[in-house]
């Protein structure tokens, strides 16, 4: 800039601004790319059947109970229960037997219902305590509602709860369902690593993808040892049901109603 | 008559322009093949009054011939038919005749702000409007802080009409009207750095009868019109509060900060927009 | 108004979109509306001003001249109502990059007046060249001045209004029934969206940075190397309290067709609004604090003109700051409707001092706008709100769409 030969400080803002109309059109097809990759890779997921965290349902305004049992109250006053997504996924599918009328009276934690995949079993317990006001009738003719819609058809029973509150203080709603959902796939992951190499020959390609990755329905092929195991030592239920404590040990079947 | 004057200045100035601007400037010597700026020097003390310059720009470029007449103290302004004015200043060193125009910045901030590039400055100097391209925004009379273009407010296809230095004169290898019509010498048409190194040749020389200071050197940035005085400049009708540095230069952060802002906010916006989008849509997620 | 008289419009479906369209030329409801009646005649005369500045040339109407070559027509229409129309990319940011779903009913009206804006301020700046018909010749390369901040701004309109349409497109497309063209228009709002956002900061700021050469013509309390992002900070709150103005009236004229749902979220939707201005405003009275110390300016205070920047900044700035603070809390909607219009009050003193106000404010002659430039600005204002109010009364903008758009958020 000597101040004797033309000299213009704006040069280059021609190039620049076609540059950025460059970066523009460059831009968006970059965008997809980068977007395309993660869906193609979960729709890979589900096609593959891996069953991951963002793959579950965890509808929000439901609470969780421990045994991944759900219940939802209703504006009636009267609450829906039925087992979780989770529970689903990991069973497969499965034939249910509810074990209770109308009219009884259960506690938390009082058998409800059994499901099963042909020898192997698992009982479902109740996250709340009332009164049976009725029971899901489709599930008997179309169980596998269960695992397509298990928290609006595929609910199991309706019961008039009589300690609401104080039982789902210590139920799980909303993110903390979210995050207690990938905590429990690794905690069950955990489970399986040790409950698994007693019981199966090659658990491997039963089990897990490359990767690590569960694979969806992960209990169904597996057997009955490790339901029994899954049922004690993962969910933790000791169903209280008096009349049947002593018939468990001996093989008895509920009979479907 | 011309060629003579500038063999002389050639072989003056060389001498006199290595000891004024060798120092300053290094060892910077022009390229045979850059060309350089082109200006004209008015010495005011050599300025007659006598209106020539005036009548024969008007009729160089088909406008009306003005009528009236110098009075002391009275300004006259450059108009949309005027291109150029001679006004007689009161000052404290008497009666001093300036002749006012177009200073043909060199670096124009009517040439910057022109987005059609009407206003355009040309490689040999001067500023020049092309009609053209011109949209009649008149940013141009915005931005020029001297108050240069003027505009035709009262017609169907106005036109911007200021001094361009008879560029057309100049390509045909004439020097411009006003120039060649002063009588009195005081005009003076040649390079920019051969003008300066003139101009400082006659401070030097008759240190008593010029203000010490060549008008247009500096201000603006550098302009191709240069002013010698026997007054300030102040009180000829110069505004001494300009700025030293260019025009153009105080939009050139923010013209220079476009482009950035263009490629790092349309990504933010997207990082966002990524970040905030399982808030809502953590449910839908998992039906698709 | 006749609320009872307006019948809520139905949107083509199935049928013929040219015979559609052409029924929907005719006008609805009463042709003597008050608004009419003032209108019409001013839009009538103003038609017959813009001819004759045609016929002999600018100065013929307006009050221009070789010192003070920008008045009403680039100091008011133009920068202010720009300033104004930054409701839109605030908003849109909100709702579409912020996901705050509470805004979303507001969205298409503000994108429509963002786009209608645009739209005329553009027309209203082509009254003020003096060439219109070369106007092309930034666009095609006659030549291309980019060293011109005004080059940017102008191509930056051109931009937007095409993004703002993009935007604005699904409502024509429901509107006109046809189903796939909404389908593509809707997937690329976001990109519209994002590219809107990103002109505006630049053409915002870029109004500002148009004075920036012109240093020793403003007054120095209005002129700083700053201008530019003032305009930017002062266009957010401009934008949105032209939302709660525009909106309160919007939704007293157009009440019905208005659903129940949105009628309930209109004082919590004013609310929110008045907290971000109040939040915007905050910031920029502290940046104009800024730029006036850095500016050491402490005795131009005590002039007429420092007078009147202290009326500007307290009066209209701090002032509805606080009127905005103090009804957001105490819920008044009425309060936030004044602030609102106090504020924008403030926008429009702001700009008109430092494109025509302060500019050569020394000058022995001031200038001051012409009736008949005043004429013409309302000519062209008021044109705008007859537009605004054919689309209002037959698109989806404030009613709700029609049933076959799924609701994808």
Known sequence: MDGFTYHN????????????????????????????????????????????????????????????????????????VGADDLLMHLTGKVKFSKLRKPGEIVQKEDLLAVINHNEKQLKIVSPISGEIISANQILQENPEILNDDPYQKGWMYKIKPSRWIAETSTCYIAEEATGWS??????????????????????????????????????????DEVWQDFQHSFLGTKPKYPHFRGLEKSGYEPEYF | ????????????????????????????????????????????????????CERVCAKAHELPEPKDELK???????????????????????????????????????????????????????????????????FCMVSCPFDVPKFEYHSANPKIEKCDMCYDRIKAGKIPACAEACPGDALTFGTRRELIAEARKRIFENPKDYVNEIWGEQVAGGTGWLYLSSAPFNEV??????????????????????????????????????????RNHSNDEENE | MNKQAQTIAKDNDGGSIFKFILSELKPKGRILTPFNIIAIPIILLGIVLIVIRFVNGIGSITNLS????????????????VAFAGGAYVLTFMVYILKMEKYRSIVRVTVLNGFLAYLFYAGALLLDLGRPWNVVNPIIGNSFGTSSVLFLVAWHFLLYMIAELIEFSPAIAEWLGTRRARKVLAGLTMGAVI?????????????????????????????SEFIPIMFLVSS?????????????ISHKVFFNQISEKNHKAQSGILQGLAKICAGAMFAYFFLQLLVFIHSKNWDLLNTPMGYWFLFEMIGFVLVPMLLYLYSYRTRNIFLIRLAAILTMLGIILNRLNISVIGFKWDAPVHYYPSWMEIVVTLTVIFTEILIFRWIINRMPVLRDSPAWVEEEH
Not at chain 1, 213 to 222: K, N, P, Y
Not at chain 2, 16 to 28: E, I, K, Q
Not at chain 2, 114 to 132: F, I, S
Request: glycine share 8%; aromatic share 10%; charged share 20%.
């Open chain 3, 195 to 223: 590219f809107g956002i990103t002109l505006s900061t630049l053409h915002q700021s870029g109004l500002g940075a148009l004075f920036l050469m012109a240093k020793d013509k403003i007054h120095p309390l209005w002129y």
């Open chain 2, 237 to 278: 009708g110069f505004n001494t509060k300009l700025q030293n540095s260019s025009y153009p230069e105080l939009s050139k952060g923010f013209l220079y900060t476009v482009p950035s802002v263009f490629v790092l906010l349309p990504p933010l916006l997207l990082g966002i927009h990524e970040a905030t989008k399982n």
């Open chain 1, 9 to 80: 400080i704006f040069e280059t803002k021609g190039i620049e601004y076609l540059a950025i109309i460059a970066f523009f059109a460059i831009l968006i097809p970059f965008w997809i790319v980068l977007n395309r990759q993660v869906r193609m890779t979960k729709q890979l997921q589900k096609r593959l059947g891996i069953l991951t965290a963002n793959m579950l349902k965890i509808p929000q305004g439901i609470f969780f109970s421990k045994n991944h049992m759900w219940t939802h109250l209703d504006s009636k006053g009267i609450a829906k």
């Open chain 2, 1 to 52: 008559m011309n060629f003579d004057r500038r063999n002389f200045f050639k072989t003056v100035c060389v001498a006199g322009a290595t000891l004024a601007v060798g120092n300053s400037f290094g060892a910077v010597k022009p390229d045979k093949n850059t060309i350089e700026f082109q200006g004209v020097l008015y010495d005011s003390t050599r300025c007659l009054g006598c209106l020539a």
């Open chain 3, 66 to 81: 070789q010192d003070t070559p920008w008045g009403l027509w680039i100091g008011f229409d133009v920068v202010t109502g």
């Open chain 2, 72 to 138: 002391a103290g009275v300004i006259r302004k450059t108009s949309e038919k005027q291109r150029s004015v001679i006004n007689n200043y009161v000052t404290s060193k008497g009666e001093v005749f300036v002749k006012k125009q177009c200073m043909h910045c060199n670096e124009p901030a009517c040439a910057a702000a022109c987005l059609t590039q009407a206003m355009y400055k040309t490689k040999e100097g001067p500023v020049v409007w092309r009609g053209n391209k011109c949209m009649g925004c008149r």
């Open chain 1, 182 to 223: 990938v905590k429990e796939l690794e905690r069950f992951k955990d489970f399986l690593a040790t409950s698994v190499e007693r019981y199966t020959p090659d658990p491997s390609n039963i089990i897990l993808q490359d990767g690590g990755e569960l694979i969806d329905h992960t209990l169904s092929e597996l057997p």
């Open chain 3, 236 to 248: 957010v709150f401009a934008g949105l309290s032209m939302v709660i103005f525009e909106g309160s």
